[in-house]
């Protein structure tokens, strides 16, 4: 009995220790890979709209950045806000947290005539649509204004909470698509919104193509690990998928990966390319690293232990909040383990 005890605290052992000599064989890319996240943007665009950052954006106001064309940014009303406002009137992807609604609508009143025409959701975050009763009632803007979100989004915030009654139907999305794209034109633009299963299997992404400006709600948000919902479709295959896409079908570089295609983010700074390319490197890497893991027979316990994710804590990681490294950690681990056991199953 000694004897095999023995051998499996070797066995455990030795999976560990291969596990910490891929973690060091990924530590040259990581070196090149962690440099360009923590940077500021190097290319403003060409029409010079946005030579800088809104500074103080994390100072508990809510500030205007203009991006590009007729496209601007709101930070700090919870999710970050994209604006395109013209003649005809405003068009916001996300409307940010419920509390922020005053001074969000301050903020985009003098840039159009007209008022919130189109509200588009990229997810059903409440820090990404509880500004929508505010702004979608009509009795408070003075017209019906179109919501539009990808019809899962519809589905979950109109159901019961735990028990509780769904927030109020004014502010539902009541222009669903369930297609894999959805085009609009509003103020000379062309709009074109995808579905794209990520971190939710409801996530929309929204390219102002006359702008080249691109509103990716939480599939991309460089403050933070992304936010894994398993409970709402969403995997880390698919986050994945979702940044791959960003990557290789939508955004357009300018010169060596920098400048061209300007991304807003669910939440923090306006990026470009270079940024999504960061990101998505960070998360192939540590999805390969889970993955190896797993297929080595480590729990969960074992994985959480060997701190996969360390070299990317200091900008990603977090111990407390809503969402910390752990609980990514876990999503990742559970969203492989599951697609683990499925593919399995089926060989057998």
Request: hydrophobic share 40%.
């Amino acid at each position: 009995m000694t004897f095999t005890r023995s051998r499996l605290n070797i066995r455990d052992a030795m999976r560990i220790l291969l596990g910490v000599v891929l973690l060091a064989a990924f530590a040259a890319v990581l070196t090149h890979a962690q440099q360009p996240s923590t940077r500021g943007r190097q290319n403003a665009p060409a029409d010079g709209a946005a030579q800088a950052q809104p500074r103080k954006a994390n100072d508990g106001d809510v500030h205007l950045l203009r991006v590009r064309g007729n496209v601007s940014m709101l930070v700090g009303a919870g999710g970050n806000i994209t604006v395109q406002a013209g003649e005809q009137g405003i068009a916001l992807v996300d409307t940010g947290s419920a509390s922020a609604a005053d001074k969000v609508a301050a903020l985009i009143r003098p840039l159009s005539p007209k008022p919130v025409t189109y509200i588009i959701n990229t997810d059903g975050a409440p820090d990404h649509i509880g500004g929508n009763l505010a702004f979608g009632t009509p009795a408070a803007r003075g017209a019906m204004v179109n919501i539009i979100s990808y019809l899962s989004v519809l589905d979950r915030v109109s159901a019961p909470v735990d028990g509780k009654p769904p927030a109020a139907n004014a502010g539902w999305p009541n222009d669903t698509y369930s297609e894999a794209q959805r085009n609009l034109y509003f103020n000379g633009e062309a709009i074109q919104i995808f579905h794209q299963t990520g971190n939710t299997d409801g996530n929309s992404i929204v390219l102002f193509r006359g702008s080249d400006v691109v509103s990716t709600g939480d599939i991309f948000d460089p403050t933070q690990y992304p936010v894994i919902d398993l409970k709402k479709g969403g995997s880390i295959q698919g986050e994945l998928d979702a940044l791959n896409r960003l990557k290789s079908s939508i955004l357009v570089p300018e010169l060596h990966y920098e400048g061209g295609t300007l991304v807003i983010p669910g939440h923090g700074r306006l990026c470009d390319a270079a940024d999504v390319a960061v990101y998505q490197q960070m998360v192939t890497i540590i999805r390969d690293r889970i993955q190896y893991m797993i297929k080595m027979g480590m729990t969960l316990e074992q994985v959480k232990a060997a701190k996969l994710t360390q070299d990317f804590d200091p900008i990603y990681g977090s111990n407390t909040g809503n969402w910390t490294t752990d609980m990514f950690v876990e999503a990742v681990y559970n969203s492989l383990k599951g697609k683990l056991q499925t593919s399995q199953s089926r060989a057998n």
